[in-house]
């Protein structure tokens, strides 16, 4: 293998890591934006609930809920962010494993035909 071949090869991992990486966080952010909806859903059914707690600190609950529904409305935002990330990420690599392959079946190619050189020059040899 070449000297590119073996940076390309490196790269196309290097890639993949960052894509994952990518992929993993936006998948965090949504999980959280989901974690953040259903405290918001939870607090705002025990507000309309009977219970009596809730009717004595309406005003916490309520920031509360406003709390969420901002942490939910945050994540999500960060979520699309990811997306663009990941969505670039994957073109990257793509790239990247295009070159890596070109350069790979180059290689290949001049490896067989140094071999083929070789043993023309071997038979000419043994010829004279």
Do not use: C, W
């Not at 990486?21 to 405290?39: M, P, S």
Request: proline share 2%.
């Amino acid at each position: 293998m070449s000297a590119r071949t073996d940076r390309l090869k490196r790269l196309v991992k290097l890639q993949k890591q960052i894509k994952a990486l990518h992929e993993t966080r936006r998948a965090t952010h949504i999980a959280q934006a989901a974690a953040a909806d259903d405290e918001a859903r939870a607090l705002l059914d025990s507000l309309n609930a009977a219970s009596p707690l809730p009717g004595l600190f309406p005003d916490i609950y309520n920031r509360r809920i406003g709390s969420a529904i901002g942490r939910k409305e945050a994540h999500t935002v960060k979520a699309k962010e990811e997306s663009g990330r990941v969505a670039t990420a994957r073109a990257r690599t793509t790239m990247v494993e295009n070159a890596y392959r070109e350069a790979s079946r180059l290689d290949e190619r001049e490896s067989a035909e140094r071999e083929q050189i070789e043993a023309l020059e071997r038979k000419l040899t043994g010829r004279k």
